[in-house]
């Protein structure tokens, strides 16, 4: 899958401060879901995580926290949703971000999208600067 990420801090105005990579595409476990992102935002915590958190050596951090999409797959203990169930989510600040065509997300701190609203028009928490798809 696409990822937006970076291996480590640099001055945002450097050719690799963000890159473009390829990563495999995550298998949920547990109460995982896995969501087609399709909207996604930019937040303070972003530039914060990038600026201080340098990745393990070897590895790429993807960042990004909020996110709205599509269900994709789920665990196997996932009684809240099911495949096609469109969402929007506050992630975690601990696992992968959210800047990926697909994303792992606990069931517990989702919520189902507003039928009214589309995945470009900022549902909620997600204010949805770009879309990934």
């Not at 960042?63 to 994709?72: E, H, K, P, R």
């Amino acid at each position: 899958m696409k990822a937006v990420g970076y291996k480590k801090s640099l001055a945002i105005d450097d050719a690799d401060s963000l890159i473009d990579f390829e990563a495999a595409k995550p298998e949920p476990k547990g109460r995982d879901i896995r969501v087609a992102v399709k909207a996604i935002s930019a937040n303070p915590v972003d530039y914060k995580v990038r600026k201080r958190a340098a990745p393990p050596e070897g590895e790429t951090k993807i960042l990004g926290y909020d996110a709205a999409g599509v269900v994709d797959a789920i665990g196997p203990d996932v009684t809240l949703f099911k495949a096609g169930d469109e969402v929007f989510y506050a992630g975690s600040i601990l696992r992968q971000g959210t800047n990926s065509e697909f994303h792992l997300v606990d069931e517990r701190i989702v919520g189902k999208k507003p039928k009214l609203l589309s995945f470009s028009s900022c549902p909620g928490i997600v204010v949805c600067l770009a879309q990934t798809t």
